[in-house]
Nanobody
Framework: VQLQASGGGLVQPGGSLRLSCAAS????????IGWFRQAPGKEREGVAW????????DYADSVKGRFTISRVNGKNTVYLQMNSLKPEDTAVYYC????????????????????WGQGTLVTVSS
């Protein structure tokens, strides 16, 4: 299984970016894909997740109303649209997938995931 995150960059506060996660190598359709981020000196935190079958989503409180996760079935691609970016959104963003079905209430926790992409850096600064 491979996950390829892309789309990071430098953006001014209030700006937008769209991250992409291309997933491949699943024996069947993935169960869920999550986005996480890790700022320097901080623990990795869950940002958002989406399930493949029914498109259910959830978000961290810090990004609700600003970020939107979506999927393109058939292409195993998941996007994270980030609007109204703030300096505190600066971090390396990772996409990840669990190997098996896990309880949905765990999907904002890094421990629920087995496969991780390489990360893409998002810097929000003027």
């Amino acid at each position: 299984v491979q996950l390829q995150a892309s789309g990071g960059g430098l953006v001014q506060p209030g700006g937008s970016l769209r991250l992409s996660c291309a997933a491949s190598g699943f024996a069947r359709d993935y169960y869920a894909i999550g986005w996480f981020r890790q700022a320097p000196g901080k623990e990795r935190e869950g940002v958002a997740w989406i399930t493949a079958t029914d498109g259910m989503t959830d978000y961290a409180d810090s990004v609700k109303g600003r970020f939107t996760i979506s999927r393109v079935n058939g292409k195993n691609t998941v996007y994270l649209q980030m609007n109204s970016l703030k300096p505190e959104d600066t971090a390396v963003y990772y996409c990840a997938a669990p190997r098996d079905t896990v309880p949905r209430y765990t999907l904002l926790k890094p421990s629920a995931y087995d496969y991780w992409g390489q990360g893409t850096l998002v810097t929000v600064s003027s």
